[in-house]
T-cell receptor, first 111, second 111 residues
Framework: DAGVTQSPTHLIKTRGQQVTLRCSPK?????VSWYQQALGQGPQFIFQ???????QRGNFPDRFSGHQFPNYSSELNVNALLLGDSALYLC??????????FGSGTRLTVV | DAKTTQPPSMDCAEGRAANLPCNHS???????VYWYRQIHSQGPQYIIH???NNETNEMASLIITEDRKSSTLILPHATLRDTAVYYC????????????FGTGTRLLVSP
């Protein structure tokens, strides 16, 4: 049974560009959450998607947006990239009342 | 903000028990205590969770004090592969409550 799959694993972008990260949830999970983890810090909650709607959102600017598809997979989009957006982006899937399963993340470097 | 307090780092000798403390003095009655760990550059991995009784699984034991204001994660026979950052999180299982990470405890297991 596949766990959470994220793509790509690594990405290098230039300031001002836009990026799209992808996540396929664990089988049986219908909720996807995205986290940003800067070096040496704990993961910070970006937002959560359920039934193709953004359910909760953390303290991140509108440059960060997302989408959930009918098959529960999800995308994270970041516009107008800043150097400070360089981080490990983690996707976690879950189902109601259950635990979270994390993917291995996408390492984004903005130069 | 995270509702837990953990020491920033701990050391443990290989083969010995690792006892990782966590304070959660403001925990409410319907919040569970969760432990995750994150090995370098990977996604967080679920270890164990509990409400008020002690719990044990194949990875670890969780001891929660009677007043539920603190807990201890015990790795009974630490190995080098247990070197990781360990996060203690309190979470309400109703709805889709997000995980709020603190900075965790960096455990170093040495030969």
């Amino acid at each position: 049974d596949a766990g959470v799959t994220q793509s790509p694993t690594h990405l290098i972008k230039t300031r001002g560009q836009q990026v799209t990260l992808r996540c396929s949830p664990k089988s049986g999970h219908d909720t996807v959450s995205w986290y940003q983890q800067a070096l040496g810090q704990g993961p910070q909650f970006i937002f959560q998607y359920y039934e193709e709607e953004e359910r909760q959102r953390g303290n991140f600017p509108d440059r960060f947006s997302g989408h959930q598809f009918p098959n529960y997979s999800s995308e994270l989009n970041v516009n107008a990239l800043l150097l400070g957006d360089s981080a490990l982006y983690l996707c976690a899937s879950s189902a109601a009342g259950g635990g979270y399963t994390f993917g291995s993340g996408t390492r984004l470097t903005v130069v | 903000d995270a509702k837990t307090t953990q020491p920033p780092s701990m050391d443990c000798a290989e083969g010995r028990a690792a006892n990782l403390p966590c304070n959660h003095s403001t925990i409410s009655g319907n919040e569970y205590v969760y432990w995750y760990r994150q090995i370098h550059s990977q996604g967080p991995q679920y270890i164990i969770h509990g409400l008020k009784n002690n719990e044990t699984n194949e990875m670890a034991s969780l001891i929660i004090t009677e007043d539920r204001k603190s807990s201890t994660l015990i790795l009974p026979h630490a190995t080098l592969r247990d070197t990781a950052v360990y996060y203690c999180i309190v979470r309400d299982l109703t709805g889709f409550q997000k995980l709020v990470f603190g900075t965790g405890t960096r455990l170093l297991v040495s030969p």
